[in-house]
């Protein structure tokens, strides 16, 4: 790759800001040599795969943007990588408590103004899962507005993912410092440092992004700390917390339906169904499971059936919450398809099947059992991981290592934010494993690993951000129609009292989509709409000063001349108050005035007879 967003290597040299050190020309070659090993050199990921078996744990890094990128995608040869010597360990401790760590971050000045201190800054924000230069790089929409507005571009890593370490080790003591409260204040003590680097003008405004987690991180950022940050993207941000969303699986199911039809949704029931039937069964049914979808290691428990449960769903989920981000990607259409064929000679190769009595559980089973194979090969996996043993040490597992998520993210979703994925919902393909994949499971699996005891704080994390009714200004809030987590997020059916809090409901699309300038293949007239309505709202932010009085949604109330007519109103009824008041006032002095003569009178009178 010579050529990087309209700027060719050999210009570089012409755009170096003094104010940080530039890779040298034999950096950058490195740099590229680097990608073409990796390019060529591993299969780029075709699939997604949710679920806690312990390969799906240890290769978990985050929901959000990363599950759009791949190895093939660019790294702006500009992107440094660097560390925030400032960041504190506690942020709320006493001063006298406090000690500092380093924190990485990425800046990309390509498009600054000379020196950057007249430039707007873009700041993504880093979530669940280790930090990419390719945040800041030509794959990311983010990075086409920066373009436009000659933008600074930063990027955080979230404090306990990546390379990110404020303590020693992620024990169970010392993650106690890993919250969205925390990570909040680690940007509120970035973003002086930046300013004061680069010498950056107070007039400069300051944009966040994210997307997923960190989706919800630019919303609560922004309500937080409105005099740092003048605006917020927050892409598909589940802002509502909530201990049980069985609303995920109920966006699979739709999903099913509009890309397959009634017939795939109760393809894939009947499936699991049949699925769940053995399972339940004796040892030769549970035999014939473990036979048919090839697990790693016979089944022992009850908590092997939970990961093995998880699993099986994790793959619709993956691939719904995704679904078309990627060209050579499984997605819902081709799920449909297998799950509609009848797999005619497959029959007999599968165990289950011999003892399912009805021909159509038997083909949806058989169905089900070549889906999953299709994941495994997907994914280069031989065998499908389903022992809890496995999950336990890799979840307990506390030695940091640079990218491994999962650790970190279960306990957040332990401690703060639930988003447990049951199989609750009655209206959903894997409804039959409602009993398996409960609240109770999750609850079990952070006692087990973390040693929880009692709920996460979801009540407390609503009211000390808002949920729905979140109080920030100059908020965008885009998400897609088909990404499971929309149940959670703004959309467009959501009462927003906000003015400028907006709403970028986006038809036909999955989790984070609008992030990405991805392959145009894959772009629709709805994600092209939308990004333009977002990089217009960012063109006004930017432009314009927010108001110093707040106002709230009043047009779908009452309209102008309602709103004048009620204020005459109010005006006459006030005056007529008065008059009334003023009225009874006197009356009430005359009657007074009479009581006293009367008085006077009735003393005067005995005297008058006595004379």
Known sequence: ??????????????????????????????????????????????????????????????????????????????????SFEGAVVDNFAPVSEQSNWSQRYFVNDRFCTPDCQKSTIFLYIGGEGPESPKHLSESMFMYDLART?????????????????????????????????????????????????????????????????????SAWARLKYPHLIDGAVASSAPILIQLDFPEYMDVCDKALREFGGDQCAAAMEEGANALKYLIVGNSTLVEAVASDFNVCTAFNSTDDFWVFATNVMGDIQGTVQYNRQKADALNVTDVCEI?????????????????????????????????????????????????????????????????????????????????????????????????????????????????????????????????????????AFPSGSLDPWSALSISDKTKLEITDQTAVFIPGTAHCQDMHSGDPTLHTPELDAAKNKIASLVALWIATDEASVKSYKTSNVFNAGQITAIALCCLFIGALLAATFNALSAKRKLRKRLELTRSRRSLREPLIGEL
């Open 1 to 82: 790759q010579t050529s990087v967003g309209y700027h060719s290597i050999e210009a570089e040299a012409t755009h170096q800001n003094p104010k940080i050190r530039h890779p040298t020309k034999m950096e950058r070659l490195k740099n590229h040599f680097l990608l073409l090993l990796i390019f060529f050199g591993k299969k780029i990921c075709s699939t997604h795969h949710f679920g806690f078996g312990a390969d799906r744990i240890g290769s978990f890094r985050g929901h959000g943007s990363l599950q759009y990128l791949s190895d093939s995608d660019p790294i702006d040869p500009l992107v440094q990588e660097r």
């Open 149 to 217: 507005h000659s933008a600074l571009m930063l990027s955080l890593e979230h404090r306990f993912y990546g390379k990110s370490y404020p303590t020693e080790n992620m024990s169970n003591k010392n993650l106690k410092y890993l919250s969205s409260a925390q990570a909040l204040a680690d940007l509120a003590r970035f973003i002086p440092y930046i300013r004061d680097s680069y010498e950056i003008d107070s007039s400069s405004k300051l944009i966040t992004f994210g997307g997923s987690y960190p989706g919800s991180l």
């Open 339 to 475: 799950l509609s064929g009848s797999q005619g000679g497959q029959l007999n190769e599968n165990e289950g099947t011999k003892f399912l009595t009805s021909a159509e559980a038997a083909i949806a089973y058989s169905n089900l059992v070549e889906l999953n194979r299709k994941f495994r090969e997907a994914s280069n996996n031989t065998c499908l991981e389903s022992n809890w043993d496995k999950s336990f040490l890799e979840l307990s597992n506390a030695t940091f290592d640079g990218e491994k998520a999962g650790r970190q993210w279960t306990y957040q979703t332990c401690n703060e934010f639930g988003y447990f994925q049951t199989a609750d919902s009655s209206v959903q393909p894997f409804k039959s494993f409602g009993d398996i994949v409960d609240v109770d499971s999750f609850l079990k699996l952070c006692k087990d690993i973390y040693e929880i005891e009692g709920l996460p704080q979801i009540d407390f994390i609503n009211d000390y951000y808002g949920a729905f009714d979140i109080r920030a200004h100059r908020v």
